[in-house]
C-alpha cells in the first residue's frame, strides 16, 4: 500500500474541502439557532450575533466560531459576548445536532472576530489625503 504524502509549505495548513463544507453547514445553522433561541444568559438576551467564519478541526470534532456583536466595535463588548456564548455551548451544541445532518456533533469554540476592526482600519488609512495621493501617484505612473 502506498503512503500518501504529506502537503508541503502553505498547503499543509489550509482546510480541506470537507472541512471548510462542515464550516459553511454549521455557519449557517448557527446563524439561525443566534436569531430564533431565547437564551437565559442576560448578556446573550436581545444582542444580535455575526458569525464571521468557523473553522473545524481535520476530524470535525471541533468547530472555532468567529463571533461579533453586530455593529459593535468594542473589543470589550467582543470579548464579553465570546465568553457568554462559550457559557452557552453545550445548549447551542445541543441545538445545533438537531440541524445539521453530520455524525458527530463538534465542540463549539467561540472567540471573538477582530476582522471586521481590521478592515475599518485598513479603510480609513487608505482614505487618507497622504496615502491617496501616492495611490494615485502610483495609477499615474502604470499609465504610462
Known sequence: MAKKKKPQGA????PSQR?????????HALTDIMMREE?????????????GEVRTSPDLKHAHVFCSPLGETDEDAQTALAKALNRAAPYIRGRLGKQI???FTPQLHFIADHSYDEGAYMEAVFSRPEVRRDLEAGEDDETL
Open 19 to 27: 472541512q471548510l463544507r462542515a464550516g459553511e453547514l454549521i455557519r
Open 101 to 103: 445532518d453530520m455524525k
Open 39 to 51: 437564551f437565559r444568559d442576560p448578556e446573550l438576551q436581545g444582542i444580535n450575533v455575526t458569525i
Open 11 to 14: 498547503a499543509a495548513n489550509e
